[in-house]
């Protein structure tokens, strides 16, 4: 998806994200609509939280789109990556999940990883969208959450990115109405397959949540960096610095031992 975002050109970050969140949309209602499930919560008490939700994932997209069009590809999406941490900070504050002092401590060695790829000094002129993607992982580590509490209260996958996609393409279509700008055949065609893309990940992500607390499926989503520097570097000749791979590095390996101490702590 962020590939395809990249790929897309100079359009507002808002442009993008609308095309993005209308074909999850169009896919969430057509399955809705085939298992013939009402287009109304499972509760009327979890309007709240899809509001939540919405509200955290189209901040968090608007932040990592913007970040994905300033920085180099697998930057953007590690600072993005910072969701599952925060995920598991709103989960002890929101859900009263319990923390350990092994994940406290894995949250904040990660965030400190997310330091070296933010490299914040006056004189970085890319720490700007560096914050903001870091805002946009702390936004989407918010939308897990309420995903994750959704889940608990008998709420459907396809219903939640359902609702995530329409109430997005509602804040952004204002936008896009009065500043569209003009696409090439070959722009609608990439920011279509951006759509496809984000679609396929928000179902398999929104289905993880619901399932599994954050603590215990983060180190999964992290391939995802993997896939950025690669496709940054066929792509975009994208090569990261020392400090952003080392902060990689950091943040995946917390992941790791996240994940294996969280398995240990399970088998016990």
């Known amino acids: 998806m962020n590939s395809f975002v990249r790929l897309a050109g100079d359009l507002p970050s808002v442009q993008k994200s609308f095309f993005r969140n209308a074909v999850a949309f169009v896919f969430a209602l ?12 499972a509760k009327k008490s979890n309007t709240g939280l899809l509001i939540v939700r919405a509200a955290c994932g189209t901040i968090g997209i608007l932040c990592n789109f913007y970040a994905v069009d300033n920085l180099v590809l697998s930057d953007a999406s590690m600072l993005n990556k910072m969701s599952p941490f925060f995920a598991v900070v709103f989960s002890l504050l929101f859900l009263r999940e319990k923390t350990t002092i092994v994940q406290t401590m894995g949250v904040i060695i990660a965030f400190l990883g997310s330091l070296l790829i933010i490299k914040p000094t006056f004189t970085n002129m890319e720490l700007i969208p560096s914050v903001i993607g870091l805002v946009g992982g702390i936004a989407a580590g918010a939308a897990y959450t309420a995903v994750r509490s959704l889940g608990l209260k008998g709420e459907k996958g396809p219903y939640i990115v359902f609702f995530f996609s329409g109430f997005s393409c509602l804040v ?37 949540y619901r399932c599994a607390p954050a603590k215990e499926i983060s180190v999964y989503d992290y391939s995802q960096i993997i896939f950025s520097a690669i496709f940054g570097f066929f792509l975009f000749s994208q090569i990261p610095d020392i400090f952003s791979i080392i902060g990689y590095i950091i943040i995946c390996g917390m992941a790791v031992v996240m994940f294996l101490y969280n398995n240990r702590k399970k088998n016990k």
């Open 30 to 41: 057509v399955i809705l609509l085939k298992s013939k499930s009402s287009l109304l919560p």
């Open 172 to 208: 952004t279509l204002p936008f896009l109405i009065f500043d569209f700008h003009t696409m090439t055949i070959e722009q609608w065609l990439i920011l279509i397959a951006a759509g496809l893309a984000a679609a396929g990940g928000q179902f398999a992500i929104t289905a993880a």
